[in-house]
């Protein structure tokens, strides 16, 4: 009766595994493509970059959907990580800085406990941890038969919160860093990851990985990819050949001229374009999901130091994301409007522009919806199914939400915040700063101001209010923490003529000058 009963419970086993296998082949291969403080002026899908050049992306774009009005649901880079992986806003995860390379282990947001005095809100501490116990994205997919893989930048956590605990099979380099390490040409200072030949560059070490697990991977399984880069974030290095056939194209009088970073740029983009070379070597670009994006917008405060073809040094940030004003750590569209690709064949129409908002929270249930996998439940997902878009359709939503609590001294940075953008209305609600500790308000139109020059909160009240809403409601559904207004502040320490001024010039840099 045992061996029996041995023998049926392994039948069933087999016959439940054979019916995962069957579902999952019908299944298409995702592959997710997450560039690291690339700007949407980074790249030339929008025609705002004269300097870089992104023909691979022009590429990928040519297959599916590209979004202009695509956001980050962070102005930084783990945050907006967490929203990919789970769905959920940084008010509803608790990550909302990029902390998760440091030592301590926070897994509930809280505030500071001893606040700067000359601050009138009280920050708040973020979560430094993605928690295991969350249904990550690819837990999801690896939950149906899907093979999974890492490849690149996670800084979401070391182990045991690595990505071999959220879901992957394969983590390479297995970094928990904010960047590469050391550098992005070798040598690097990877503890257990060592370049293949002198000068290497990562996003090349990367693209020679990501291409041989491709090819070996198991073919009667769908796979989910994660290519998460390390470019274009610092430390600022590229290699040389590329440097100097930047150099003779600067323009000093356009913005964008630094060469480094132009070199930056085009290593990303031609790591995306052996990705592309290979899935249609292979023969499954029909059946393969591929999203592009960035976790944030374009670094404008660190300060690169490059040379022009007659030898002269000029010191520069890395790039500049006009026409939108800010950059990365602000919630100006400079840090969070992103470039967004998806291609997925049978879905999208080829080589159409969608001006629907879309932000990274919507990755996850669309994905899902894409590859018919339901949704886990008891997982509140903040995003929305997007699919309509990728067919040229409009959704409806009442807004999308960026919570940033912090205040890092870039070019326009702002006290701790939160904005909604509604249609052509965005309002950035900066909490406690007006008279009494009530919030203060900046109200922006994006159809008439793209730049946010114009601040026209004094204008339409009313709209203040009902965007004002749609806040409020989105703190109460996340049960969130947020700031409060500091007992501890000193009125002879608030100095508010600084706030959107960088202290110091940009970052590391005394002064701007030519040699």
Known sequence: MNFKNSIMKKLFFLFFISIINSYAQNRPNVVFILADDLGWSDVTLYGKTKLYETPNLERLAARGTTYTHAYAASPLCSPTRSSILTGQTPLRTGITAPTAHLGKVILKASLEEKPNKGNKAVNCISVSRLDNKLPTLVKQFKNVGYSTAHFGKWHLGRDPYSPLQ??????????PGPG?????????????FKENYAKQ??????ADDAVSWLRNVDKSKPFFMNYWQFSVHAPFDAKETLKKYYSSKIDLTDLQHSSTYAAMVHSMDQAVGRLLDEIDRLGIADNT???????NGGNMYNAITDILPSGEKYITPPTSNRPLRGGKATLYEGGIRVPTIISCPGVTTPNTKSDQIIQSTDFYPTLLNLANIPLPKDHIVDGMDITPTLKGKAIKRDGIITFFPHQPRVPDWLPASVSVHSGDWKLIRIFNLGKDFKHDYRLY???WDIGEHNDLSRQYPEKIIELDEIIENHIA???AVIPIPNSAFDPSKFTPEKIGV????YKGAKKIEIN
Not at 502 to 505: A, D, K, N
Request: glycine share 8%; proline share 9%.
């Open 166 to 175: 959220h879901g992957f099979d394969v983590d390479i380099p297995h970094w």
């Open 180 to 192: 590469p390490a050391g550098s992005f040409v070798a040598p690097w200072k990877y503890p257990n």
């Open 201 to 206: 560059h990562i996003e090349d070490r990367m």
């Open 289 to 295: 999901i591929i999203v592009f994006t960035s976790d």
């Open 445 to 447: 139109n994006l159809k």
């Open 477 to 479: 559904k996340s049960n």
């Open 502 to 505: 960088q202290i110091g010039g």
